[in-house]
């Protein structure tokens, strides 16, 4: 089946500081999105991104499709940015992997 | 649009009960998603209704799972006979209509196998 990757596992940063965050899949896909998992548990939207680039105040996100890989941009990180990250790839015509997530990359802003 | 909601919010049960979950999508949503995440890992994929319609289920999804959604509106998750391997936290999350839609998510069920 599909695979998907994320990096870095973890990351600390200091608030006010920039990150990029990386997810590469394996196969075609006909969906891709980036979630934001509180540390309530909570699953947010941040982006539905197959393909180019789109932003969302200091959030920004990119999908190169052809190179199978996504990158997710916080700019100007603030301590409410803290939680775990996913993408997950989802494709249309499938029987049994429709939507995988991948791992996740566990993010910590210190004030 | 008030959000996906899940309930109950906590289940605690003895192992080989049986139990439900419900899940409301946002309304006219006609995509449902089921997922089941464990401490650490990434939520997986259960099971994927369009409409009243399962149309797919994941490798993971035993015989003891089973799930619905009566005229395309709810959705219901049960698990029969639990064994201590069930406890996670159950995701519910609908999409509207067509295959660019995002995924909202409800905030959970969470199965505590005793």
């Known amino acids: 089946g599909i695979q998907v990757e994320q990096s870095p596992p973890d990351l600390i940063l200091q608030e006010g500081a920039n990150s990029t965050l990386r997810c590469n899949f394996s196969?075609?896909?006909?969906?891709l999105q980036w979630f934001h998992q509180n540390p309530w548990g909570q699953l947010i939207n941040l982006f539905y991104?197959?393909?180019g680039t789109k932003q969302n105040g200091r959030l920004s996100a990119t999908t190169v499709a052809t190179e199978r890989y996504s990158l997710l941009y916080i700019s100007s990180s603030q301590t409410t940015d803290s939680g775990v990250y996913f993408c997950a790839v989802e494709r249309v015509w499938t029987s049994y992997d429709k939507v995988i997530f991948g791992p996740g990359t566990s993010l910590s802003v210190i004030p | 649009d008030t959000g996906v909601s899940q309930n109950p919010r906590h289940k605690i049960t003895k192992r080989g009960q049986n139990v439900t979950f419900r899940c409301d999508p946002i309304s006219e949503h006609n995509r449902l998603y089921w997922y089941r995440q464990t401490l650490g890992q990434g939520p997986e994929f259960l099971t994927y209704?369009?409409?009243?319609?399962?149309?797919?289920k994941s490798r993971l999804l035993s015989d003891r799972f089973s799930a619905e959604r009566p005229k395309g509106s709810f959705s219901t998750l049960e698990i029969q006979r639990t064994e201590q391997g069930d406890s996670a936290m159950y995701l519910c999350a609908s999409s509207p209509r067509g295959y660019d839609q995002p995924q909202h998510f409800g905030d959970g069920t969470r199965l505590s196998i005793l």
């Open positions: 196969d075609s896909v006909n969906n």
């Open positions: 209704f369009q409409n009243e319609a399962q149309l797919e």
């Open positions: 991104i197959p393909s």
